[in-house]
């Protein structure tokens, strides 16, 4: 199984469902983000839980908010030169399970992408939004997706499901 997480919010995270997944068999995981930190929290959960960099590649896409200073980056880092960047990192393969944590604009202007980097059946989260979008999320990935959960917490919401096996996307 092969998974990829796209992070582009500005915020530290630490990648823990990704290192939580490759504990348990996942072969090889992808992180994208614009944010430095974020890359070097998720280099070091991934230290701290013995991942090898085999396992788990990094990516950090360049952007107007994100930093560069490449001499901090561990070896396990790819970085990008910007935001379309992003295209060529996901678009080598086709995974299992693809998670996106961006704000809602993002999320339906990346639909194309995202469920283009998912294979037929995997499972695609998205989070990063607000209860209250929910709705305008489902308009756009109820034509991708099938299973659709929705799961809350605060002000916080998260949509997955499973891509459709019957759609063509350009």
Not at 26 to 37: E, L, M, N, R, T
Not at 101 to 112: F, G, T, V
Request: proline share 3%.
């Amino acid at each position: 199984m092969r998974v990829q997480k796209i992070n582009s919010r500005p915020s530290a995270v630490s990648y823990s469902p990704i290192i939580d997944l490759l504990q348990f068999g996942v072969a090889f995981a992808i992180g994208v983000d614009i944010d430095s930190q974020a890359i070097a929290s998720a280099s070091e959960n991934a230290t701290l839980n013995n991942i090898r960099p085999d396992k788990l590649q990094l990516h950090l896409i360049a952007s107007q908010t994100s930093s560069s200073c490449r001499d901090d980056w561990p070896s396990r880092v790819v970085e990008g030169e910007n935001a379309f960047e992003i295209d060529r990192v996901t678009h080598k393969d086709k995974y299992d399970v693809v998670i996106a944590n961006i704000l809602l604009n993002p999320l339906l202007n990346l639909a194309d992408q995202i469920i283009f980097s998912a294979t037929f059946g995997a499972i695609i989260g998205l989070s990063g939004i607000l209860s209250e979008q929910v709705q305008n999320l489902l308009q756009k990935y109820s034509l991708f997706l099938e299973g659709i959960e929705v799961s809350k917490m605060d002000e916080w919401a998260c949509v997955s499901g499973r891509k459709r096996k019957n759609i063509d996307i350009c």
